[in-house]
């Protein structure tokens, strides 16, 4: 994927354990969509609450809520 000096990209990538690490990608590392990516990474890795979320909103994507 190629990305434009506008944008940036939050890369996630999970071990066979569930490990989950988080990389970031952009031509412009000082420009605002870097910035904002930066800023989600740090939450997603630090911010339990965060994490607890996003889990409970896989498991309702996967059918794990009751109609």
């Known amino acids: 994927m190629e990305l434009n000096n506008n944008q940036a990209a939050l890369i996630l990538s999970a071990t ?6 988080v990389d970031i990608e952009s031509p412009d590392m000082n420009g605002l969509s870097s910035a ?3 800023a ?3 939450k997603l890795m630090n911010d339990e609450h965060f994490q607890e ?3 409970e909103m896989l498991g309702e994507e996967s ?3 009751d109609a």
């Open 53 to 55: 979320e996003l889990m």
């Open 63 to 65: 059918g794990g809520q």
């Open 36 to 38: 904002i990516c930066h």
């Open 40 to 42: 989600l990474a740090k």
């Open 16 to 21: 066979e354990d569930g490990e989950i690490t």
